[in-house]
Nanobody
C-alpha cells in the first residue's frame, strides 16, 4: 500500500506564491498534481515520471513547476503568480506501472484571496 501526504497549502494574496509538497511512502513510476475547484471536475495540473519527464496542462505551464526527488520520495509543486481562480484542493496522485494501481492523497487547501 502506498500512502501520500500533501502539505504546503494555505492562504495567499493574488500574485503570490506557494510551494506544495507530497511525501510518498515509496517511489512510484508516475506522479502528478490534480486540482479540485467548486463546480468543476478534478483536473490534472502537471505530471512527472520517475525519469523526470514532465507534462503540464496548458493553463498552468509557465506559472507552476512540478519536480520530484526519487531519493526522498517527495513531489513538489511550485506555484507562482497565483490567481483567485486557483483556489481549491490540490491532490497528490501516483500510479504504479508494475501493479497498475492508482493512489491519492487527501489533499491540501489552497486559497487565493485579497
Amino acid at each position: 500500500q502506498v500512502q501520500l501526504l500533501e502539505s504546503g497549502g494555505g492562504l495567499v494574496q493574488p500574485g503570490g506564491s506557494l510551494r506544495l509538497s507530497c511525501a510518498a511512502s515509496t517511489t512510484i513510476s508516475r506522479m502528478a498534481w490534480y486540482r479540485q475547484t467548486p463546480g468543476k471536475q478534478r483536473e490534472k495540473v502537471a505530471s512527472v515520471t520517475s525519469g523526470g519527464i514532465t507534462d503540464y496542462a496548458d493553463s498552468f505551464e509557465g506559472r507552476f513547476t512540478i519536480s520530484r526527488d526519487n531519493r526522498k520520495n517527495t513531489l513538489d509543486l511550485q506555484m507562482d503568480n497565483l490567481k483567485v481562480e486557483d483556489t481549491g484542493v490540490y491532490y497528490c496522485y501516483a500510479y504504479s506501472l508494475f501493479s497498475r494501481e492508482t493512489f491519492w492523497g487527501q489533499g491540501t487547501q489552497v486559497t487565493v484571496s485579497s
